[in-house]
């Protein structure tokens, strides 16, 4: 049997309109009959150019691959990159506009968690419901109705509308029912971002089992460690273009280090690109010394001095400010945390000033692998800006070491280790 | 485990073929596995109907009731409006009443019905037509309720319903698929076009006034009449009250007219919901 989704040059298109004409989201009737005049207008009479004040905006274009049966595949991209039009696509919420997908198995598709739970009905009413919503049949959910039950823990309030449920119990229970799906193929948008770590972790065990039965699993979420942790292969979508088909480390490698604004080792920013308006970042640059005097090279070691250097344009005056500069790792968690706050002091600010920050870590530990720095202002209640991911460092231990850096921990200890043989 | 792949192996590996323009061929081979989900979406509604009210499903009794209480007293006792023969004139409101309602609840419910599942549309695919037509569907449960209170009334009344009551069953078919016809067309409109929320009250209350419900048909003048019958609810609404009461002959002409306006309403329904149905997704 060969590919159970075949996705071939799929393109949607959607049509903008632009607010230049005042035209809000819902067309009134009488807005659709006083277009008419227009219309004809325009027909009759090409030299009048009319401004074109319908865009078309690809939201996804000439996107093909396929997906073997039993594949976990992630697919990963930014807000607004295309991902959640692909799964929609695929799920015949939408139709293509181009291209053709092919289906070979039942799909089903959880594009949130709760689609179609009702409010007042009772916790038992909507496991019905919402079994019926995504596809099984009664009989389905009647032998699995115990199991269901049972992953969402909510026995007691099997009775009750789901209304007065607290929101972790409403979204156990929307997950629980979900996970009892058994179509060939799953597609999940973005569920984990609800509930708790303990609930999360049950979910994606409930997932990999989902897989280990020899479904097949299309993954969306941001929580990039769930992503590498469930799934083998990625797909980096990236401007409704697929930008790369891998293996799924690869992918989010490139992913959370591709991109172009902030390759290299300083950077000079527009301050009009702030999105802030009383703070904005000019330039950063960040040099690395280690004892050996290794200056400016792509890679830190463990242990080397490292030097962050920021410059801001100061355009209020702001009093109790503090600065901080986070580094993240390629997985998206906070690592590290260096805030002025933390050697508790805070700074004043004056309107139209210059503001150079300067951190020095005399001994960076962290562990191999890839970096993003981020860099933020503010005060207790406001931020004044925001940076993440302004600048990349990859870390790795000097050449000549043993380390198999395979898994590496986010923190790299600066520890001694005394050996003994004994007899 | 067993029980899992018996359901997959009884479900052959279909291949689905997505492309722009081609949904057409399994469409109503997916409705036909998704009537399940039609007949829970219309549980779905009756069951949240009532809840947390205090009287509950007596709410399905009451309304018709003090309706068919105000229209006796308005047409019959103060403007004195003619009785179809002997019959009370309670009666012969609340017979007309049944069909008229069921079929303004269902045009509005029908309308109303895509817009208010929009969470559902645009997550999960299954044959839109499904919620349109659950919304018909549901108030089918009214009408049943408040058809035992018209038999209740009857017998309040001592009066016998002649045999052909069993044309009831067809006659209230008629106006369901009267109320779908016109409810597709309504509802994939109401998608696009907002305004369509505020016409269908107008429709409902300019159609009590043009339907046969406070006052007998027999009223409206000779001339008149043909025009009338254009009212697809004149047939359904005489027909129920011949079916129900014998009061009136058989309104052979005006539910005729009925029977061709539904079909061409189902037709031009189903066509345009059909044709609109892709894009309710990227526009609701």
New interface residues.
Partial sequence: MGAIIKVEGLGKKYRIRHAARGQARYKTFRELLSEIPAAVRRRFNTSACAPSEVEDFWALRDVSFEVQPGERVGIIGRNGAGKSTLLKLLSRITDPTEGRITLRGRLSSLLEVGTGFHPELTGRENIFLNGAILGMSRAEVKRKFDEIVDFAGIEKFLDTPVKRYSSGMYVRLAFAVAAHLEPEILVVDEVLAVGDAEFQKKCLGKMEEVGREGRTVLFVSHNISAVSQLCSRGLLIKNGTLNLDNDINEVMRAYTMGHPETSGWSVELSPNAARYSKMALLSCELSAGGADGEKRLNIIHPGDKVTIKAKFSCNATVEGVSIGCIFFSSLGVRVLDANLAMIERTMKICANSVLEVCWEFQQIMLSTGFYNIGISAGTQGETLCDYLEILQIQVAEAQNSPYPYAYPSPYRPNFTLKVRHCE | MT??SR??DT?P?????????R?ERQYWRDLWR?R??FF??AW?DV??RY??TVVGVLWAVLRPLLTMIVFTVVFGKLAKLPSQGDTPYALMVFAAMLPWQFFSASLTSCSESLVGNA????????PRITIPAAGVMVNGVDMCISFSLLLLLMLCYSFLPPPQIICVIPLILLAGLLALGAGLLLCSLNV?????RHIVPFITQFGLYVSPVGFSSGIIPEKWQALYACNPMVGVIDGFRWAVLGSIPFPAFSLSVSMIICAALLWMGIRYFRSTE??F??VI
């Avoid at chain 2, 969470?119 to 299954?126: A, N």
């Avoid at chain 2, 696009?192 to 369509?196: G, H, I, T």
């Fill in positions: 029980g899992i359901d997959t479900q590996h279909t291949e689905i073929i997505l492309e722009a323009g949904t998704y399940e989900l829970i979406l779905r069951a949240v809840k947390q969470g559902l549309i645009s997550k999960v695919y299954f696009a076009y907002r305004d369509f892709k894009t997704a990227d």
